[in-house]
Structure formats: C-alpha cells, structure tokens
C-alpha cells in the first residue's frame, strides 16, 4: 500500500480522535501518541545544551522526546514543520500546549540537523536496483535512506534488529531472517561501493 497514504490515515485518525477529546481526556489521548525510539531528557545527546533543553520542553509534550538521530540532517526542518502544524491546530483545543518562539524554533532545529543522520544523497545509485525495492519497504517507512558509509559493516546487523524491533512495536510487517539479511547485504554492498573498498 501506499505509504504516503498510509501516513494520511495516520494522521487524520489522530486528530480526529484529538478533536474530539474534551479538556481532561486531552491530557491522556495525546500521550497515547507513540513513537518509536522515544528518549528521556538525560538519554539526548549533549543533554546539557540549550537545544536539548528546548526539544525536551516542547516536544515531549505529546509524545515521548524523539531521538534525535531518528531523521536525516536534511529532513528535519521539514518534520519540525509538520510537528508545528500539530502543534498550532493543537493549541486551539488545549491551552496548555507550548509553542516555541521564534529564536527557540531556531535553536531546536539547529539541534535535530546537528543529530541527525546522515542520509543517502539523492543519487541513482538505487534506481532500477531490484533489490532496492524491498529495502525502501522496509526501511523508509519512517525516515530517509541512511548513508551507510557512516557505520562500520559490522554494526548494520545490530541497527537492523534494533529497526525491526521498532516495526514490530508499530504493528508493522517484521522482517524475518531472509529480509533482515537481504537488507544487510544490500546496505554493506553499497557502504563498499560508496567508500570504493
Ligand atoms: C501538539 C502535539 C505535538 C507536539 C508539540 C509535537 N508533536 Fe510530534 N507528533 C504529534 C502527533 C499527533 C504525531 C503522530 C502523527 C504524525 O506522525 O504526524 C507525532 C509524531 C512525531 C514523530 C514520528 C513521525 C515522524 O514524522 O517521524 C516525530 C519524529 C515527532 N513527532 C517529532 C516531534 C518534534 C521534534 C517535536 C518538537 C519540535 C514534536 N514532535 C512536537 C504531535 C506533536
Ligand atoms: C518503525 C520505524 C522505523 C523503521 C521502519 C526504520 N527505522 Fe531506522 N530509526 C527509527 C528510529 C525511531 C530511530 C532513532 C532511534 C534509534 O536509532 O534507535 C532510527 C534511526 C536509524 C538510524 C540512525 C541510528 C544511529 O544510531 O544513529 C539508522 C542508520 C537507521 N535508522 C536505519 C534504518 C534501516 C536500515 C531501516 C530498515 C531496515 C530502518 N532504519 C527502518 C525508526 C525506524
């Protein structure tokens, strides 16, 4: 299925029900938003910084403080977009939600681009690559392609268990044995040909 559209239902689904709540269930509703991967304020990278601060005020206010490393570099100003939306309709149904002001927007995003991963530059590299297919089913269900050239070989098996295990928290198709392995080799072969050894 479409993913895109997937994500629409996602979303339209969760305002609904949001709309719908009164004052008091808001509180609960909006904490039922999971994400996966979902950190404390100590678990974040350069806990101490000021954006760290930042993202753990406000955007832990719905949800769990996503991790930072859940979005390419390249991403997150568009997925911090997103979440204003949320933020803004939000706001109208609860006065107690926060939004950050200008300079503090600034500082949050500064801090997701500084964190995030480093995704696979925009290169045919994968197109017309069979194989590429079922990697992108797999693997872009909820953030960019990474570049692997950033990761040892010896480290991909462990992120993709870590990445199944979030799949299977979201009620999504698991990958089994043969796709975790396809997957594996697929991202080392091109880790290879990207580092030209
Ligand atoms: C007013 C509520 C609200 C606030 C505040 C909020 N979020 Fe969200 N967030 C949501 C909702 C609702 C979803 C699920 C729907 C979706 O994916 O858009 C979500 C999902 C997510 C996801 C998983 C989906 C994706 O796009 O990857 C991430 C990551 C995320 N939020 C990051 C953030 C960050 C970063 C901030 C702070 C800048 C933030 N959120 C603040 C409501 C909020
Ligand atoms: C169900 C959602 C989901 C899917 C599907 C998913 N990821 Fe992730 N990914 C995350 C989250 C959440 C994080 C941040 C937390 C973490 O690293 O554990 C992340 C982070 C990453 C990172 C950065 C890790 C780090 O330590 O810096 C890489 C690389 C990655 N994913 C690769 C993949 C690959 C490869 C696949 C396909 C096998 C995949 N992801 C599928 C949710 C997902």
Partial sequence: ???????????????????????GEWEKGIKRVAIPG????DQLPDAQSKGAALLALYCGQCHKI????????????????????????????SPDVKTPADKEKKEIVSYLEK?????LPATSLLRGEPKAFNVMWFCSACHAMPDPTQFPAK???????????????????????????????????????????
């Fill in 1 to 23: 299925m479409n993913i895109k559209f997937l994500r629409l239902i996602m979303v339209l689904g969760s305002l609904f029900y949001f709309s719908n709540s009164t004052a």
């Fill in 66 to 93: 996503p991790s930072p490393r859940m979005h390419s570099t390249s991403d997150w100003p568009m997925r911090f977009e997103k979440m204003m939306d949320h933020a803004m309709l939000m706001a109208g149904a």
């Fill in 38 to 41: 979902g950190l404390t304020a």
């Fill in 115 to 119: 964190n995030g991963f480093r995704g």
């Fill in 155 to 197: 480290e991909w098996g462990k992120i993709v268990d870590r990445m199944n295990s979030y799949r299977k928290e979201q009620g999504r198709e698991e990958m089994n044995d043969s796709d975790k392995r396809a997957v594996i080799n697929f991202l080392v072969d091109i880790r290879m040909y990207l580092k030209g050894n």
